[in-house]
């Protein structure tokens, strides 16, 4: 277990009482017993106050003097600059109101008993223009629930189960409207002054699982268990798709090239994941997992793959070490680009499933897959030796994606049941993110709130989750800092004012071939703006 850290005050350098209030905000009592994870579970414990420093201690101070006011939070957290989500799934993103509204457009149909939205024609059901027209009888608020986990505890039915029952509630909604999806994912973000987002989507997926139940054979050597060919056909068909969706997303959102001023949204870099859906068959999820790092292959605009569904489906819970061994073969097998894993593990408790299902799924994903970012994590204590895995972690600079809503609903994890604070003691990475923001009626200032009020966190804190979400995306190129808590930045902009307008010969070379740094500079040049405002 974690021994006990104690640091004097005495060790901070030059820092005046109030940054010293700020920093001493931030300890965390116990700390890991390895020194890197002490070092990066203190975070900030010692700074030599420069200009920047004193703005962000004003921004701190300011932070904790409005704590608790919840009006006045909410606005100063939907201000400040929070890089970006890794961990959204787009069709879950998107508001039931939203989905209607193109569903009606689409003439498309609602069966009242279900509210399950069908294609036409709307036999024994009701066309949905109908019911959002001004003058329909019928109420829309039980829609907009059923689509939603909003008043779910009203209707005796538990949060998990309203959850994914709410996919299928809305997935037709969704054919042929990814580009307005993107769009209404990137405006909300640009609301929040966030300039990256990772969505999940399962584009070529049921395509790929059919031809496997046509053809694949889990059985044959590598290269013959699937017919690579057709699955290139249906990599280049989810390329056009994706080319599509882009070009929708630019027309709704108003984005030109060449203005000076860009509608909200229109800043915000769109990177995706290939979601693949565990609970089919094994050669179905192993075709989906070599269409996933094909499409990483083809287009960089494809960074990571991920294995979604309930992780407590009977099959998911069966074949779980299968599939980490399919992600291990067949990202081994395509070594010229560094394959981006990111996979739900441990998204499990006590009561959902048997004890033997828990404790061993983040081990398996980061052991077994090569993961380099984890989803949820909430299972962790019931590793067998979670302080080993804890550690090694954070060694490796595992992130872990940071869900408090979605787990609250799904898996009543909450407050300090939650293994938040555990990760931050342990110095594992960590970063908020919303998992299906418009499902769970959220936003990720929603997020940043929620784990202001739980955990009484302070401001560098959320600067560094901020900051994580960039430093540990999945975009290309070597990230800016050399550690994300104290804000030391890699050697050629070591010296530099980070967000400067004209920063040094040899930072700008470096920035200029790294997309993940410019981004990151971007980041740090809002939070300098931002800062300066108190």
Known sequence: MPSRCRVAPSNCGNTDNNSLRVLNSMRITNCAVKPFAAMKTLLLLCLTISTSQVLANNAANYFESIKQDPVKLRQFLQQFPKGGDLH???SGAIYAESYLEWASADGKCIDLNTYIITPPPCEGTKPLRQLMADTSTEPLEPVIDAMST???E???VSGHDQFFATFNRFRSAATGRFGDMVAEACQRAGRQNMVYLELMLSLGM????QLATESGNLDAPYGKRIDHTKVDTIVDTVIEHFDA????????LGCTADADTQPIGCDVTVRYQAQVLRTFAPIQVYAQTLLAVKLMQADPRVVALNFVAPEDHRIALRDYHQHMQFVAELSAAFPSQPAGITLHAGELTMGLVPPEDLGWHIRDAIET???TRIGHGIDIAYDDNMDTLL???AEQDILVEINLTSNDVILGIKDADHPLPTYLEYGVPVTLSTDDEGVSRIDLTHEYQRATTTYNLSY????YFARNSLQYSFLSGTPLFEDTADGSAITACATDDLGAVAPSSSCAEFLAQSPKAMLQWELERRLSAFEASF
């Open 460 to 463: 560098l804190q959320l600067r």
């Open 206 to 209: 049921l395509e790929v699982t």
């Open 369 to 371: 897959a090569g993961a």
């Open 245 to 252: 969706i882009e070009k929708r997303q630019s027309e709704l």
């Open 150 to 152: 909003r008043n779910y």
């Open 391 to 393: 550690n090694s972690m």
């Open 154 to 156: 009203r209707r005796g």
């Open 88 to 90: 959204n799934h787009l």
